[in-house]
């Protein structure tokens, strides 16, 4: 009995990460368009500080800061590739996509930070790529951001 509970266990964590291999694909549409990041899917592992104050559960403010926009964009870019659990997916002035790689498991968030032109808050769109609950690791992502930015 106890072998089979344990071969069943086996092929539960392999049946997981199969899934999570096969639905770990970059999301379509990232990016900025039209001024505005991808929309947070329904799921509650996502955080944007473009969603509608009303929506809670993925809203988070918008990030002021201080030095210029270059100046913020490689200390932020600088800060997640030096954690060693993170690659630059696209970084042009204004805009990066980051990818950030959980310790257990290697799950990947997508880390997206926009610096409109001629405004002085940068906005961030932090959502994982599998599950349904992230923990709340990515709301956690946007606070440690902001944190970073305050003098």
């Not at 990030?63 to 060693?84: C, M, N, P, R, W």
Request: hydrophobic letters at 40%; a negative charge.
């Amino acid at each position: 009995m106890v072998r089979w509970i344990f071969v069943v266990i086996i092929a539960m964590l392999v049946g997981f990460f199969i899934y999570v291999d096969l639905n770990s694909d970059m999301p379509e549409g990232l990016g900025v368009t039209d001024g505005l990041l991808l929309p947070c899917p329904d799921t509650p592992n996502c955080i944007s500080t473009q969603a509608s104050p009303e929506d809670v559960q993925h809203y988070a403010e918008p990030i002021l800061y201080k030095d210029t926009v270059k100046a913020v964009q490689l200390k932020l870019e600088k800060h997640f590739l030096e954690s060693g659990n993170a690659r630059l997916v696209d970084s042009r002035l204004g805009y990066s996509h980051i990818v950030v790689e959980s310790d257990l498991f290697d799950f990947q968030d997508d880390l997206e930070l926009y610096f409109p032109e001629a405004d002085s808050v940068m906005h961030v769109r932090s959502a994982s790529r599998v599950g349904y609950d992230d923990l709340n690791v990515n709301r956690e992502r946007v606070r440690q951001i902001r944190d970073l930015l305050v003098d």
